[in-house]
């Protein structure tokens, strides 16, 4: 079975960091661009930050750029989503999904996206 788990969700101050992770079974996660997304009460799904099959190419929302990096270590099967200086309105259930463009990546085209994981809380509160 092909799934794609995230992990490292949870409460944190603001100002504060956590890092995400996403794994993949079932399949070579190395062949597949990841990205993830967001989605808070109310609010659409949105793109956060993506990164390439070769890693080559990352991308990040506005509101995340110079806080969030994304990266991949291929050999564990698993990608990385390091949050820093986390604020109250980072507050969402993140989740990551892959497809298998082998070049570039995407954050707003979630169609292109063939397998998601289920999502992890992440809540910044003081």
């Known amino acids: 079975q092909l799934q794609l788990v995230e992990s490292g969700g949870g409460l944190v101050q603001p100002g504060g960091s956590l890092r995400l992770s996403c794994a993949a079974s079932?399949?070579?996660?190395?062949?597949?661009?990841i990205g993830w997304f967001r989605q808070a009460p109310g609010k659409e799904r949105e793109g956060v930050s993506c990164?390439?099959?070769?890693?080559?190419?990352?991308k990040h929302v506005d509101s995340v750029k110079g806080r969030f990096t994304i990266s991949r270590d291929n050999a564990k099967k698993t990608v990385y989503l390091q949050m820093n200086s986390l604020k109250p309105e980072d507050t969402a259930v993140y989740y990551c999904?892959?497809?298998?463009?082998?070049?570039?990546?995407?954050?707003?085209?979630?169609?292109?996206?063939?397998?998601w994981g289920q999502g992890t809380q992440v809540t910044v509160s003081s």
């Open positions: 999904a892959a497809n298998g463009y082998p070049i570039g990546c995407f954050l707003s085209a979630t169609s292109v996206y063939d397998y």
């Open positions: 079932g399949f070579t996660l190395d062949r597949y661009a």
């Open positions: 990164i390439s099959v070769s890693g080559g190419t990352t």
